[in-house]
């Protein structure tokens, strides 16, 4: 029944992300990016509690809130350069202020014992939830923007079932027994090499995958890939080996936060999945892997 609800909630949500990655305005996107930051972000400082922190309920709220409003009225430029440098100095001052912004608030608490915890638990849940979503949001402003998040989604993906049913069938050593039990070597070496070949295909494949999605009327010819040249496919074999790297190290240390808090899942919004925490745990690391990569080759 478990699997069933994992994959009925799978068949709903996938198609409503892609068409949204594919169709929606930059605006729509951090709009939606926002709401999903702030789902997570509730979660987060709700586990906090079981840490014996007072979380700053709203002031945490506000700030994610005020981020994506600013990516949504201001998406940047048609120049990738500029919107990708104009984000990157949003990004730094936000998650530089945030710190200092969060004590100063807590300040005003009676009991001071709770205030340090609190700023810490509001600080750390901006950039660990608030800032990755904003680099999926601000990776799809770039060139081939739409392509390069398809192509990220469908790594992580690919990296998330393969480590499942590898790991379920034929899985025997353990690999964190103690921040997450169901993991295994097994699992997480068929999630790389799943990680891998789903990456190089849709590189080998990226002109007739953009040009079919352009006919469908899907994407825009900025949103796709149309290379005059094949791309080089050892690079790709790289980012898409980090990516899964960084995927699976978010799972875990999403892990490591429920585990130290004592419970199974973030939530139960979703059906099967838990919450939006244990969803979008594995993007919240591998997202700024390659937006780090994508910003690095226009910024060169």
């Known amino acids: 029944m478990h699997l069933l609800k994992r994959v009925l909630t799978a068949v709903v949500l996938i198609p409503i992300v892609l068409v ?32 014996g922190i007072k979380p700053l309920w709203w002031p945490t709220y506000i700030y994610v809130g005020l981020f994506f409003l600013l990516l949504a009225i201001n998406p940047g430029s048609d120049t990738p350069l500029l919107s990708t440098a104009s984000f990157s100095h949003t990004a730094l001052f936000a998650a530089a202020l945030a710190p200092f912004l969060f004590l100063t608030i807590a300040m005003r ?25 904003g680099f999926l949001v601000q990776l799809r402003e770039q060139w081939a923007g739409a392509f390069l998040v398809i192509y990220l989604l469908l790594i992580v993906w690919a990296g998330d079932i393969f480590a499942y049913f590898v790991g379920k069938a034929i899985g025997r050593h353990r690999m964190s027994p103690r921040v997450s039990p169901n993991k295994t070597w097994e699992g997480t070496a068929a999630s790389l090499v799943a990680s891998i070949g ?17 006919r ?50 973030s939530g139960a919004i979703l059906p ?29």
């Open 20 to 51: 949204l990655i594919l169709k929606a305005p930059i605006a729509v996107l951090a709009f939606v990016a926002g709401f999903v930051a702030l789902l997570t972000v509730h979660e987060l400082l709700k586990l906090s509690e079981a840490y």
């Open 198 to 214: 789903v990456g190089m295909l849709l590189y080998y494949y990226a002109l007739p995958i953009s040009s079919a999605l352009l």
């Open 109 to 133: 608490r009676t009991d001071l014992t709770t205030a340090f915890p609190a700023a810490l638990v509001s600080a750390f849940s901006f950039a660990y939830v608030a800032l990755p979503l």
């Open 216 to 265: 469908a009327h899907f994407i825009e010819q900025r949103d796709g890939y149309f290379g005059l040249q094949q791309p080089q496919l050892w690079p790709v074999f790289w980012v898409s080996a980090a990516v899964n790297v960084a995927a699976q190290l978010g799972d875990l240390v999403e892990s490591l936060i429920k585990r130290g808090a004592g419970v199974k899942d």
């Open 272 to 300: 099967g999945h838990g919450g939006m925490l244990d969803r979008v745990d594995a993007l919240l690391f591998a997202a700024p892997v390659l937006w780090y990569y994508a910003a690095w080759r226009i910024m060169q």
